[in-house]
């Protein structure tokens, strides 16, 4: 959320540049982003139209002045209701592995509980009010906002509870002072999803290179394509049955899009720390030395692929893809000649990117395999209430 808002202030008619946005987001008041959340949850209308059940009733909508805020400019068009305005979930896994949270939370316990870190500018005491509310829960007012509660008090828990039910997978490491992680495992999991993952990456490679190469890609490839896209499409929304997990999925975007946020630039946190660098990596890394505690050894890659692994992930799962003859959507850069007017926009170089990064992560090649995986037809999902 935090990346789609600062886009939306740069664009017409505010035409701000990314620097300045940017700075006002890390400068405003914490109640300001806790209120664009809601606005955002709100205008997403996550259970469709009417009759069903709005986000906020016309009590709430007065108490808490939806037309006002610093953000109140720049929620999103109505045209887009039913399309999350946030990252896919996908990108808050990427860069929760880099152990930036982690790292940030000790940032925030050693400014809040002495001077070992120095004295904190202003713009860093502001940075931590912003934090602990986004990333650790403190005092916040807004019921969309809380995946906590007594029964699940855990943000980080209920994060992996999240990716384990989307993806299977777990985060690379335990909690901050290296014990096992304790969640709620769910029984139903996506546990074949890096396998259909991967296999779809490595047949997009095998398009690209053909694509390269000049030589064209057959009929048989882009069916391919298209059936195992087809199956992790059904594998994703079928944990999505009535909009399960959106909620969880907002607010880990806007978490993980606060600490990208947060290591973008030299930022003023950055900064008081003694961190400055030319990365994300770099100045994560020499935070984490302050603290005690190191990163992720790959998070330069984990960095590097979130933003276009969130625009795969949504194409894959949004079914634009509905047939063999769609399938170069996931890997061109340019609509083929003779494509009919409002085509949709092929994301080739994100796809190359997540390729690229995801096997530099992983340490998997990604170019060769052992054995492809047999493809059946996949068993659509029940209805989902306000699809698309």
């Known amino acids: 959320m935090i990346q789609q808002l600062i886009d939306r202030m740069m664009a017409p008619p505010s035409n701000m540049s990314r620097d300045a946005a940017a ?3 890390l400068m405003c008041d914490p109640f300001d982003l806790l209120l664009h959340m809601e606005q955002v949850w709100n205008a997403f209308r996550v259970w469709g139209p009417p009759p069903n059940p709005q986000p906020a009733s ?13 953000f109140a400019p720049f929620i999103p068009d109505p045209s887009l209701a039913g399309v999350p305005q946030w990252d ?18 000790r940032v925030v316990r050693e400014y809040r509980s002495g001077e070992g870190l120095g004295i904190p500018s202003i713009a860093t005491q502001r940075w931590l009010e912003i934090t602990e509310v986004l990333l650790f829960g403190a005092a916040n007012p807004l019921a969309p906002w809380l995946s906590t509660s007594v029964i699940r008090p855990d943000p980080e828990a209920v994060r ?3 990716y384990w039910r989307l ?5 690379a490491f335990g909690t901050d002072d290296n014990r096992p992680p304790t969640y709620d495992k769910a029984t139903h999991a996506n546990a074949s999803f890096i396998q259909v993952f991967e296999e779809l990456l490595f047949e997009l490679w095998q398009a690209i290179t053909n694509v390269r190469n000049t030589s064209g890609v057959n009929a048989s490839d882009d069916d391919r394509i298209f059936r195992i896209a087809e199956a992790l499409r059904f594998a994703l929304r079928a944990r999505r049955q009535n909009q399960l997990l959106s909620r969880e ?16 630039a030299n930022t003023p946190v950055v900064e008081d720390l003694v961190a400055n660098a030319t990365s994300p990596y770099e100045r994560l890394r020499m935070i984490g030395e302050r603290v005690g505690l190191a990163p992720h050894s790959r998070s330069s890659a984990l960095f590097s692929m979130a933003g276009d692994l969130s625009r795969f992930l949504r194409i894959v799962e949004s079914g634009v893809v509905s047939g063999p003859e769609l399938a170069w959507v996931l890997y061109l850069e340019q609509p083929p000649v003779g494509s009919p007017p409002g085509a949709a926009s092929p994301i080739g170089a994100s796809s190359r990117r997540v390729i690229t990064e995801w096997a530099s992560a992983t340490g998997k090649d990604l170019k060769t395999r052992a054995k492809p995986i047999e493809m059946r037809p996949p068993t659509r999902p029940p209805l989902l209430v306000g699809a698309r």
Do not use: K, M
């Open 23 to 25: 700075a006002i987001v």
């Open 58 to 70: 016309p009590a709430r909508l007065a108490f808490l002045r939806y037309d006002i805020g610093a």
């Open 88 to 105: 896919h979930l996908g990108y808050s896994y990427v860069l929760e592995n880099t152990r930036a949270i982690q790292i940030l939370r």
């Open 160 to 162: 992996r509870n999240a």
């Open 167 to 171: 993806f299977g997978l777990d985060l």
């Open 249 to 264: 999925e907002l607010v880990a975007a806007t978490a993980l899009g606060w600490a990208e946020l947060t290591l973008s």
